[in-house]
């Protein structure tokens, strides 16, 4: 495996815990660390055994180090100026989303990179998730038809760090628009109706998409939902597909026998699953979730100089969706 040397800025919960590992399963070098703190640096590069430098000056960093690619994963208010700075040192550059709060910012940090010659790429994962990737090529690939609905449900607690229905769906429920996107392609049409009481939120959402599918998405943030969930039932011409919890995807084709259904065994569903066992570790989960996924994938596009497909440009249909979605919301 050919290590890539990255840089990273931000060492919280959700980088040491998911982009950290993930980056150093597909094969990264953690060259240097930059945080507010030179001791919380220091901390992190020795939670993963790196040999390389601490730093609490972004700037000083992209400076010093002989090292082209850089991974954001800082607060959300401070991304947008943190990659622009990357960018404008010539780094290639992967940030956790949003990159942007608003569709304009996204457009103005993509012509920033395209200007620049680097590669920018966000971290939208359920892209590069293994049953999202599965359901895709279903989609793509056209052996059960014509893909003509689907439906979507997403819930989490998000009290703890959303405070209103933008923070929700930027913060929360992106990761679910931007998948829209990826199965599906753009958006003409957007109807929703919502409930909000004080930080608990519930969302039913309506599209129709350029391509004809119209689709329906269920999103809550409510402390109920301890155990985070999702699930996306894709409706085809010659039968149904159902990606549930990130780790069983289950495609059911339709028959073409004359006979009726119920008076044979000729019904039949086909269930992907990922194996288990103690060998799986703490690694089973950053895979399926999609996280070794997105690294690799930024790793490579930065050795090929190639366009990611959660590209800076792509980031920008996304916000806008997130931006129309919550504009429809009555």
């Not at 992209?62 to 700075?85: F, G, I, K, Y």
């Not at 919502?194 to 998409?209: A, M, R």
């Not at 780790?247 to 119920?262: E, F, I």
């Amino acid at each position: 495996m050919t290590q890539t040397k990255l840089c990273f800025i931000g060492a919280g919960f959700h980088a040491t815990t998911n982009i950290y590992p993930s980056a150093i399963e597909a094969g990264a070098t953690i060259q240097a660390i930059s945080t507010r703190s030179i001791e919380r640096s220091q901390a992190a590069l020795l939670r993963y055994g790196s040999m390389g430098s601490a730093y609490d000056n972004v700037t000083l960093m992209l400076q010093n180090e002989d090292c082209n690619n850089v991974v954001v994963v800082a607060q959300p208010q401070d991304q947008t100026s943190l990659a622009l700075e990357c960018i404008k040192a010539g780094k290639n550059v992967y940030v956790d989303k949003p990159l942007g709060w608003t569709a304009r910012e996204a457009a103005e940090i993509a012509d920033a990179a395209e200007k620049a010659g680097v590669v920018l790429m966000v971290g939208f994962m359920k892209r590069y998730a293994p049953i999202y990737i599965k359901l895709k090529e279903l989609i793509d690939g056209g052996s059960m038809g014509r893909t003509r609905s689907f439906q979507m449900r997403f819930a989490v607690d998000s009290t703890p760090f959303c405070k209103n229905e933008e923070q929700f769906m930027k913060l929360a429920a992106i990761h679910m628009v931007d998948l829209m996107r990826f199965l599906f392609g753009e958006v003409q049409q957007v109807t929703g109706t919502t409930v909000k009481d004080g930080e608990h939120i519930n969302q039913s959402i309506s599209l129709k998409f350029d391509n004809g599918v119209v689709g329906s998405a269920y999103f809550a943030g409510m402390s109920a939902w301890s155990r985070e969930s999702e699930n996306v039932l894709v409706t085809f011409d010659h039968g149904f597909a159902s990606a549930d919890e990130i780790n069983t995807l289950t495609v059911h084709h339709s028959r073409t026998s004359d006979s009726l259904p119920w008076k044979s065994l000729e019904e039949q569903d086909t269930v992907f699953t990922p194996s288990g066992s103690p060998m799986s570790g703490a690694y089973r989960d950053l895979y399926l979730r999609g996280f070794v996924g997105e690294m690799a994938h930024f790793m490579s596009c930065c050795h090929n100089n190639t366009l990611p497909h959660s590209s800076g440009k792509d980031n920008i249909g996304t916000m806008a969706l997130c931006d129309t979605i919550l504009s429809s919301l009555v």
